[in-house]
């Protein structure tokens, strides 16, 4: 899966990356490199409670869709 990642410096001079696809979804870096591997355990994060949240709902069916 591919997602788009936006980075922008914050006011204390960290980068701030953020997942425009999951709303809410935001982490942060020191460097380039640090900012995306923690937006990548973000976006990682952020499915995992979207699975649980509907399969907590009952009586639906979870189906995987490669895009």
Do not use: F, H, Y
Request: aromatic share 2%.
């Amino acid at each position: 899966m591919k997602l788009k990642a936006l980075i922008s410096e914050g006011e204390d001079g960290w980068l701030v990356v953020q997942c425009p696809s999951i709303p809410g979804c935001i982490s942060q870096g020191k460097n380039k490199q640090e900012a995306l591997d923690n937006i990548k355990e973000a976006i990682e994060g952020c499915l995992e409670v979207m699975e649980e949240r509907i399969e907590a709902t009952g009586g639906k069916q979870m189906m995987e869709v490669v895009i």
